[in-house]
Nanobody
Framework: QVQLVESGGGLVQAGGSLRLSCAASGRTFSRYNMGWFRQAPGKEREFVAGITWNGGSIKYADSVKGRFTISRDNAKNTVSLQMNNLKPEDTAVYYC??????????????????WGQGTQVTVSS
């Protein structure tokens, strides 16, 4: 089992940056693909970025390409999301999640088995 704890959310002005981190417990972190999702009020949870277990494949939602960067450090059991040039529409609760080991990133929330509690990101205009 993997427990995930996000941190790094907050309030930022449009154009600013935030770095989200997700710390995972357990010794099998490197066996999971990891993803970041977000959910705004009244909207469905949506895929933001994902990375395979070894970092060999990375995928981003079109809405964040060129602005967000996902990375992982298997030695430290962490996955991060660097968010630059933030926009008001990026406002949401951000979740990290773990899915089974595979060579491809999945964007479907139902494919992820472990979830963190979420961290709020608010971007003011």
């Amino acid at each position: 089992q993997v427990q995930l704890v996000e941190s790094g959310g907050g309030l930022v002005q449009a154009g600013g940056s935030l770095r989200l981190s997700c710390a995972a417990s357990g010794r099998t972190f490197s066996r999971y693909n990891m993803g970041w999702f977000r959910q705004a009020p009244g909207k469905e949870r949506e895929f933001v970025a994902g990375i395979t277990w070894n970092g060999g494949s990375i995928k981003y939602a079109d809405s964040v390409k060129g602005r967000f960067t996902i990375s992982r450090d298997n030695a430290k059991n962490t996955v991060s999301l660097q968010m630059n040039n933030l926009k008001p529409e990026d406002t949401a609760v951000y979740y990290c999640a773990a899915s089974g080991l595979s060579t491809a990133v999945t964007t479907t929330p139902g494919s992820y088995v472990y979830w963190g509690q979420g961290t709020q990101v608010t971007v003011s205009s």
